[in-house]
Nanobody, 124 residues
Framework: QVQLVESGGGLVQAGGSLRLSCAAS????????MAWFRQTPGKEREFVAG????????YYADSVKGRFTISRDYAKNTVYLQMNSVEPEDTAVYYC?????????????????WGQGIQVTVSS
């Protein structure tokens, strides 16, 4: 099992930037893909961005492509989500997730480890 802890959330104005961090510990050697999801009340958790731990291949949801960047720091066992040009529609609880398979997937059920979530609020 991998333990994940998110940080960096908060309140930001529309058009601004925010960087989320996700620190991984535990069985990190078994982690092949890490991703960010988000969820708003009454809606399903949706994929935001993902990165393959080895080789750093990235993939994004269309709604954030060109605005958000996912990256990983191998030495620190940390994944980041740089959020630029944020919009009120980006307001959500953001979750970090890890997967012990190599395929790049977008379904929450395909990820076995989750952080506790962190609130991001974008004001208009």
């Amino acid at each position: 099992q991998v333990q994940l802890v998110e940080s960096g959330g908060g309140l930001v104005q529309a058009g601004g930037s925010l960087r989320l961090s996700c620190a991984a510990s535990g069985r990190t050697f078994s982690t092949y893909v890490m991703a960010w999801f988000r969820q708003t009340p009454g809606k399903e958790r949706e994929f935001v961005a993902g990165v393959r731990w080895s080789g750093a291949t990235t993939y994004y949801a269309d709604s954030v492509k060109g605005r958000f960047t996912i990256s990983r720091d191998y030495a620190k066992n940390t994944v980041y989500l740089q959020m630029n040009s944020v919009e009120p529609e980006d307001t959500a609880v953001y979750y970090c997730a890890a997967r012990d398979r190599v395929s790049l997937v977008r379904t929450p059920g395909d990820f076995g480890s989750w952080g506790q979530g962190i609130q991001v609020t974008v004001s208009s």
